[in-house]
C-alpha cells in the first residue's frame, strides 16, 4: 500500500454505509467530534430511517428557521426603520420592492398598461425569473390574507402604501410566504449538493449548517438561481445534459451567473470529446432560457430590458474592489470604465480558467471550473451585495470540500456582512469626519477570502492527487471526471483518507 501525503485526515476503511465521514476524512470535523464521542467506527452501520440526506435536510430546516428569527427585529417592525435594520442586520429587500414595484396592487412585472406604468414607473430590476417568482408569492400572500379589495390603497399616493396598516400587516404575510419558498429552495439546494458526490454527502453539511445562508437567504430571491445552479451540477454528475441545459437555462433566466457553467462543461467535453453532449446542453440551454423569457418579451419587451440597462448603466457600487479605488482615490470613475475594465478582467479569467482545465493532469471537475468562472465574475464587478456570497456556496462546497477552507472564506463573507450595514447606517463613519476606511478593509478581506479558495482550488486542479473528492470511485463523468474510459479504476479499492491512493 503506497501513499501520496497530503492535507487530509485519517486512515482506515469506510463504515459500512459506503459513505466518506467527515470525522474520519477531514481534520476540523473529525477535532469537532472529540467531544460528541469521537469519529464515526470502521464497522459504523447506518440507522434505517435517518439517512444522511435526512440529517442534511433537517440541519438546512434549522439553519434556515434560525435565519428567520435573526430577521425578528425587522420583521416586528414590518421593516419601517431602516437604522434599526442596518444595526440588527436584518435588512431585506422583499418588503420595499413588494409596494415600490407594484406587486401590492397584483401588478404584473411587466405591465406596459400606461395607468399601471405612470402609478409604479419603476420596474423589477432582475431577471425574469425572479419577477415571476415575486409576482407569484405576492398572489399566494393575498389569496392567504383573503384577496383584500385593492380600491382603498389604490386611493393612496404610493409613497404611503408602504405604511398603511393593512398593507403592512400584508408585508408580513408576504416575507412569512416568502421565507417558506426560500426554505424550500434551500431544502432542494441541499439535496442536490448532497446527491452530487454520491460517496460524499456529508459535504453538503458546510451548506447545511452555513451562517452565509442563516444571514443572507432571506434578503432577495437569489435562492432561486442558487438552486438551479446546484441542480445543473448534480446532472452532470449524473451524465444528463438535457436536464443540465434545462437547470442552466432557467438559472440564467433568474440570474446572469449559472451561464457561466457553460464554460466548465465546454472545458470537460473537450477533454472527454463528448462533443455531442456539449452541443445537447448549449441548445437545451440557450431554448429554456427563451421560453422563460417569452411571457415578459410579449407583454413588456419595454420592461424586461430594464434588467440590461440597469445594470448597464450602474457605477461603482457596494460591495466592489471600484467603490474603493474610487473613494481611496477621490477620482470619478465611469460606469463605461467599469464596464470595459470588468469584462476586460473577466474575459481574461475566463481565458485562464479555459487553458487550465485544457493543460491539468486530469480533466478538472464541473465544480471546481464553474467556482472558478463565478468567482472571477464576483471579484470585478460592479456590485457585491451580501447575499452574493450564496452565489458560490453550493460550488464552493462541491469545488473545495474542506471544513478549515470552507471557515475562512465563510468568515471572510461574515465580517463583510456585518460592514455593510454598519456601513450604510453610518456606525463606520470616522468621529471626525472622512471615509469609512473599515468598510474598505472589509471588501479587501473578502476578497482576499476568495482568493484563498480560489488558489486551493486552483492547486487541486494541478495536483489532482490533493483534491478531496477525487476518492469517491462513482461520480459521474461529468463531475469527477477522470481521463479514463467509463468504469476505468472503477474496481480500485478505496479509503476514507482522500488523498490515499491504493495501489
Not at 463531475?479 to 479509503?495: E, H, I, K, R, Y
Request: neutral net charge; hydrophobic residues 50%; glycine residues 10%.
Amino acid at each position: 500500500m503506497g501513499e501520496v501525503a497530503g492535507d487530509a485526515g485519517a486512515t482506515g476503511v469506510r463504515p459500512l454505509d459506503g459513505h466518506v465521514h467527515p470525522t474520519r476524512d477531514d481534520a476540523v470535523a473529525r477535532a469537532l467530534s472529540e467531544g460528541l464521542g469521537g469519529p464515526v467506527g470502521e464497522h459504523a452501520g447506518r440507522h434505517r430511517w435517518w439517512t444522511p440526506v435526512r440529517v442534511l435536510l433537517a440541519l438546512t430546516a434549522v439553519c434556515f428557521a434560525l435565519g428567520m428569527v435573526q430577521k425578528s427585529g425587522c420583521f416586528e417592525r414590518t421593516w419601517q426603520d431602516n437604522q434599526a435594520g442596518y444595526a440588527q442586520m436584518c435588512y431585506s429587500d422583499l418588503p420595499y420592492l413588494y409596494t415600490g414595484r407594484g406587486l401590492v396592487e397584483r401588478a404584473w412585472p411587466y405591465s406596459d398598461d400606461p395607468a399601471v406604468r405612470e402609478r409604479f414607473p419603476e420596474v423589477m430590476e432582475y431577471p425574469v425569473g425572479i419577477s415571476y417568482l415575486a409576482y407569484g408569492t405576492s398572489l399566494l400572500t393575498q389569496a392567504v390574507v383573503g384577496w383584500p379589495d385593492l380600491a382603498p390603497r389604490q386611493a393612496l399616493a404610493t409613497d404611503q402604501l408602504f405604511v398603511d396598516p393593512e398593507v403592512s400587516q400584508e408585508i408580513r404575510w408576504f416575507m412569512v410566504v416568502s421565507a417558506l419558498v426560500f426554505a424550500a429552495l434551500a431544502l432542494l439546494t441541499t439535496w442536490f449538493v448532497a446527491g452530487t458526490h454520491r460517496r460524499r454527502p456529508w459535504d453538503a453539511a458546510m451548506l447545511a449548517a452555513s451562517p452565509t445562508l442563516l444571514l443572507t437567504g432571506l434578503i432577495n430571491w437569489d435562492l432561486l438561481a442558487v438552486a438551479l445552479t446546484a441542480g445543473a451540477v448534480w446532472a452532470w454528475s449524473r451524465d444528463r445534459p438535457v436536464l443540465t441545459g434545462v437547470m442552466v437555462g432557467l438559472g440564467t433566466a433568474a440570474k446572469l451567473y449559472p451561464l457561466f457553467l457553460l464554460g466548465g462543461v465546454l472545458v470537460v467535453c473537450l477533454r472527454q470529446r463528448r462533443y455531442r453532449d456539449l452541443g445537447v446542453t448549449i441548445a437545451v440551454a440557450v431554448a429554456a432560457w427563451l421560453v422563460a423569457n417569452l411571457p415578459a418579451l410579449l407583454t413588456g419587451p419595454e420592461q424586461w430590458r430594464v434588467f440590461w440597462s440597469f445594470n448597464s448603466e450602474r457605477g461603482p457600487d457596494l460591495g466592489s474592489l471600484w467603490l474603493v479605488a474610487r473613494d481611496a482615490l477621490d477620482t470619478d470613475i465611469t460606469a463605461h470604465t467599469v464596464n470595459v475594465g470588468s469584462w476586460l478582467f473577466f474575459g481574461a479569467w475566463c481565458l485562464g480558467v479555459l487553458v487550465l482545465g485544457l493543460r491539468a493532469p486530469q480533466t478538472p471537475r464541473l465544480a471546481q471550473l464553474g467556482f472558478l468562472v463565478v468567482v472571477g465574475f464576483l471579484l470585478v464587478n460592479k456590485v457585491y451585495s451580501p447575499q452574493y456570497v450564496l452565489w458560490l456556496l453550493p460550488l464552493a462546497v462541491l469545488a473545495r470540500p474542506r471544513w478549515r477552507d470552507q471557515v475562512v472564506w465563510q468568515g471572510a463573507e461574515i465580517l463583510y456582512f456585518a460592514s455593510v450595514w454598519w456601513y450604510l447606517g453610518g456606525y463606520l463613519a470616522p468621529g471626525g469626519g472622512g471615509d469609512a476606511g473599515f468598510y474598505w478593509v472589509a471588501i479587501v478581506v473578502r476578497v482576499a477570502g476568495e482568493l484563498y479558495l480560489t488558489a486551493l482550488v486552483v492547486r487541486d486542479v494541478l495536483r489532482p492527487e490533493r483534491d478531496p473528492a477525487r476518492a469517491a470511485p462513482d461520480l459521474g463523468r461529468g463531475s469527477a471526471a477522470p481521463d479514463l474510459p467509463p468504469g476505468g479504476g472503477a474496481g480500485q479499492a478505496t479509503t476514507t483518507r482522500s488523498n490515499d491512493v491504493v495501489v
